[in-house]
């Protein structure tokens, strides 16, 4: 039995009543979150009890390496990689696909990116998720394949499997639905120990503020943001981010299949959504300068360029997706593969006017209605449904253009999803001007 301190409920006490926590305390909870042993409705307390009461950066240290290290930690040494290994996070979002683009295109650049990424969260979606939505498609490959998959075509996007963060993965289902996803300890964790568990060398963050983000305000998500930096440096992983804002739809689609579809487009230039190219463009471009691919910022833009226009991110995107059991045509004829939803209908505004602002959280929890989401942990989700064409804060809405068109599986659904986008959506008759995409950059602390 263990001793009195490391009693689950006695941790637990000591965080809801304010106390700091020890590193053996916080490893000891670790353990008992990744063999089991703490029961799920102790390990939910434990994050309310986060939530409200904090933790200092010593703790968020102890947190991040305990769970980093509750399984394997992958040394990269040994293996002949392209290049420097190198990854980047975002916050979450409503419609962002970047990690789809970025991953291959910086692959094409030279760096060799082990991507480990999660599910949805709340009323974002999840890059697995997405990934998903297409056939055969193995989120959660051995070891050994990851590797190879990372060695021979320079990226490979996947989850945590048995052997990464475990402790991470368990907790982070319960973050989804206890209320908890917002908790800075705990996000910073989360992404952190994923990372350090990849060996990476240089990290890139996306922290997103808005309607859309889990931190609204800019000040919040600067605190995160800093907060990050501040416990990568301190595990030796070399760390820079950008705030970059989500009071819009990132691109035209949010939905997990539908995100597919454009971020294919966007490798290949059927349609390249200018926000949507600009923060991908922007972290690819830091993602370079850490890994010591770029001198500068032009030449990172330059090299970035050419792989995407060229069609080399495209080619490394078809090689993963084939590595990892995905079609070997999914570029060529995406059509063939991904899922379509039945009901199809356009969004149409009560009256004219231009968008001026929209409560984009309500907009990701309607496309949770429309089953592109979970509720609970193990709800299955229906890849297919979404929003496409979704208008962007000072774009004219009217008759003859839509606020976004809705995928859904029946019409009482797509009834639904399209009331819950006209509340969200507000209307001016003057024009507004929407922010920035890029907001600040924030170097390693």
């Known amino acids: 039995m263990p001793p009195a301190e490391f009693l689950p409920q006695e941790i637990i006490r000591r965080k809801r009543d304010g106390e700091m926590l020890s590193a053996a305390e916080i490893a000891a909870f670790v353990r008992g979150l990744t063999d089991g042993s703490i029961a799920e409705g102790q390990v939910a307390a434990f994050a309310m009890a986060v939530f409200f009461r904090g933790m200092d950066m010593s703790e968020r240290v102890a947190l991040t390496r305990a769970m ?25 979002g409503v419609g962002d696909k970047v990690s789809l683009m970025l991953a291959p295109l910086v692959a094409a650049c030279g760096g060799a990116v082990p991507m480990i990424s ?9 890059t697995l998720d997405k990934l998903d939505s297409i056939p055969g498609y193995v989120t959660t490959p051995t070891m050994g394949l990851f590797r190879e998959v990372v060695t021979d075509g320079g990226c490979a996007i996947i989850g945590q499997t048995a052997d990464l963060a475990p402790a991470d993965r368990r907790l982070y289902a319960i973050r989804d639905v206890t209320a908890t996803v917002e908790s800075i300890p705990l996000i910073t964790a989360s992404i952190l120990s ?25 000040s919040r998500a600067r605190e995160l943001a800093q907060g990050i930096a501040s416990v990568a440096t301190g595990a030796g992983l070399p760390t820079t981010a950008l705030l970059t804002d989500m009071n819009q739809v990132l691109g035209h689609a949010a939905g997990n299949a539908l995100e597919v579809r454009e971020a294919i487009d966007w490798l290949t230039g059927a349609s390249r959504n200018p926000r949507l190219d600009a923060v991908t463009l922007a972290l690819g471009s830091e993602m370079l300068l850490l890994g010591g691919l770029a001198r500068d910022a032009a030449e990172a833009l330059h090299r970035l360029l050419v792989a995407r226009d060229s069609g080399a991110a495209a080619e490394r995107f078809q090689r993963m997706v084939a590595a990892l059991g995905g079609p070997r045509d999914i570029v060529e004829h995406p059509g063939n593969h ?3 939803a039945p009901i199809v209908r356009p969004v149409l505004p009560e009256r004219p006017g231009i968008v001026a602002r929209m409560d984009l959280r309500a907009i990701g929890v309607a496309i949770i209605g429309l089953g592109g989401g979970r509720r609970r942990v193990e709800d299955a989700i229906d890849h297919a449904v979404g929003i496409t064409d979704a208008v962007g804060i000072g774009e004219a809405a009217g008759p003859d253009r839509p606020l976004a068109i809705v995928h859904a599986r029946a019409e009482g659904d797509a009834a639904v999803a399209a009331a819950a986008i006209r509340g969200a959506i507000e209307l001016s008759d003057t024009p507004t001007a929407s922010l920035p995409v890029i907001g600040e950059r924030i170097g390693g602390i």
């Open 68 to 92: 980093a290290n509750s399984g394997q930690v992958i040394d990269w040494s040994s293996a002949r990689l392209p290049g420097p290994v190198l990854d980047k996070h975002s916050t979450g």
């Open 118 to 126: 999660g599910r949805g969260l709340g009323h974002t979606g999840g």
């Open 194 to 218: 994923k990372k350090l568990a990849a060996g990476l060398q240089g990290l890139v963050m996306d922290v997103k503020f808005g309607s859309g983000a889990f931190m609204v305000e800019p």
């Open 338 to 340: 991904l899922p379509l």
